[in-house]
């Protein structure tokens, strides 16, 4: 039942859509649940590119409008969380101040100057570069990569080496619960379906598989900063990475289509 219980925790804790409760939670269902994460955006990307297809059959003229439509059903699928998990980390790293006053800052409620920029520029970055890749003939492509992708950070994130910054929280419950090897079989699988989303043009096929590898960068980058500043992750960062992944995904698909 555990892999039932971490499917039911990884669909509700990154999404708004119905997955019951689980009747476990652990260590060994939250690890599993972040393994699963890129089935979870498989499946709000899935919807995204629904959207952003039913805009343009409605109006094959109006990519910026589909391509907000787009980003705004994955944040909104999302629960905005991400995003606020973004702005906390951002006005964190920005106070420059101990690691204890960083912690604090991420668990006030309030929003600060750097976490409004940081939302605003992931959310323009996200938007033009799905613009690009509509105006090309790859936007539902782009949206579904871009999710997928952009939730395939979690597991990465989420690696044994990579220890909880405080012992409460949803970090505390997945920090350091993720094999290597399971999160490069995740890698692998996304990478497939990924380039098969764009096999028929070779550049774009590179494109793809760049866009998922870059996702992953970011993850590990994320996780490095965030274990130097606070002493490991949090569920912020863990928001915080998967929002900063996706605009670094849309803008290689956006540059390679």
């Known amino acids: 039942m555990s892999w039932a219980d971490a499917a039911r925790l990884s669909l509700g804790t990154l999404s708004v859509l119905p997955a019951g409760m ?40 109006a990519d910026l409008l589909a391509a907000v439509l787009g980003v705004l059903v994955v944040a909104g699928l999302s629960g905005g969380l991400h995003l606020d998990g973004l702005a906390d980390f951002a006005d964190a790293l920005g106070s420059r101040r101990d690691r204890e006053t960083m912690l604090r800052i991420m668990k006030q409620s309030d929003i600060g100057p750097f976490g409004v920029v940081a939302i605003v520029a992931v959310l323009l970055l996200d938007v033009a ?20 992708a952009s939730r395939l950070t979690l597991p990465w994130s989420c690696l ?36 098969s989303l764009a096999w028929s043009v070779p550049p774009r096929t590179i494109g793809a598989a760049a866009a998922v590898l870059l996702a992953v960068a970011t993850s590990l980058v994320t996780s490095r900063r ?30 390679t289509v």
């Open 22 to 61: 689980p009747s476990r939670v652990d260590r060994t269902v939250g690890g599993r649940a972040m393994a699963l994460a890129p089935m979870v955006g498989a499946l709000v990307g899935g919807i995204a590119a629904a959207v952003v297809v039913l805009a343009q059959l409605v109006n094959p003229d």
């Open 226 to 255: 965030a274990r130097r500043a606070l002493g490991g992750t949090t569920g912020d960062v863990l928001g915080a990475t998967v929002e900063l992944a996706l605009p670094v995904a849309l803008v290689t698909l956006a540059l």
């Open 160 to 195: 044994r080496s990579i220890p909880a910054a405080r012992p409460d929280g949803l970090g505390s419950l997945v920090a350091a619960t993720v094999r290597p090897v399971t999160a490069v079989t995740a890698t692998v699988v996304v990478l497939a379906a990924a380039a």
């Open 129 to 148: 570069a799905l613009t690009a890749c509509v105006q090309a003939g790859f936007g539902w492509q782009a949206i579904l990569i871009g999710a997928t």
